[in-house]
């Protein structure tokens, strides 16, 4: 019985396919995807972006703002703060989070298949 894939990370510039250079590029079990995801900023001028688009071509979340934390904890994904998704995956297919960034905010996310 395979546990989990961890992957986390943080974004300083636009990324449209964060899944494609980890372990995560195609799904290596079945399982549940867990995304969570949180910009430092969130404001007119700096904040990100984000669609997922899963393997069956259904975009559950197309362009929206990512929720921003404190400015001063850059990269620190807060429970009480980030979006967090989670869509059952098959062996196979390939997830597309697309995290997209305006301004000088940067974007931590975390990627959790069980």
Do not use: K
């Amino acid at each position: 019985m395979r546990a989990m894939i961890y992957e986390s990370g943080i974004l300083a510039a636009t990324n449209t396919d964060v899944m494609s250079a980890g372990r995560l590029n195609a799904i290596p079990f079945n399982g549940i995807l867990t995304i969570d995801v949180l910009s430092q900023l969130a404001d007119a001028t700096n904040f990100f972006t984000m669609s997922i688009q899963l393997p069956d071509g259904e975009v559950p979340v197309e362009s929206q703002l990512v929720p921003g934390s404190n400015p001063a904890l850059a990269g620190v994904l807060d429970e009480r703060q980030l979006a967090r998704f989670s869509f059952p995956v098959r062996q196979g297919g390939h997830v597309v989070l697309s995290l997209t960034e305006s301004g000088t905010a940067v974007c931590a996310y975390r990627l959790v298949l069980r």
